[in-house]
């Protein structure tokens, strides 16, 4: 018997603008798997049109990386 876990995003992508108070912001979580075969969680989040910021955070697997999601 397979027990399948309930399906949850991998990736969300968010956005708030608001011209009037000068708003523009992006925020961005996502789960990958890096070239070492660790599950990694990875947000960024800044202005729009720019880099922004990034943390990067590595579990042992996806289940682990999705509960911190």
Same mark, same amino acid.
């Given at each position: 018997?397979? %027990?399948?876990? =309930?399906? /949850?995003? /991998?990736?969300?992508? +968010? *956005?708030?603008? @608001?011209?009037?108070?000068?708003? /523009? *912001?992006?925020? /961005?979580?996502?789960?990958? =798997? @890096?070239?070492? !075969?660790?599950?990694? +969680? %990875?947000?960024?989040? !800044? *202005? %729009? !049109? ?7 955070? !590595?579990?042992?697997? &996806? &289940?682990?990386? +999705? @509960? &911190?999601?």
């Amino acid at each position: 018997m397979t %027990i399948q876990p =309930k399906p /949850s995003p /991998s990736a969300v992508y +968010l *956005r708030r603008i @608001d011209p009037t108070q000068n708003i /523009s *912001r992006f925020y /961005s979580i996502r789960i990958e =798997k @890096d070239l070492f !075969g660790e599950w990694c +969680l %990875i947000r960024q989040w !800044g *202005r %729009i !049109g720019t880099i922004g910021r990034t943390r990067r955070d !590595g579990f042992p697997d &996806a &289940a682990q990386a +999705l @509960d &911190a999601m």
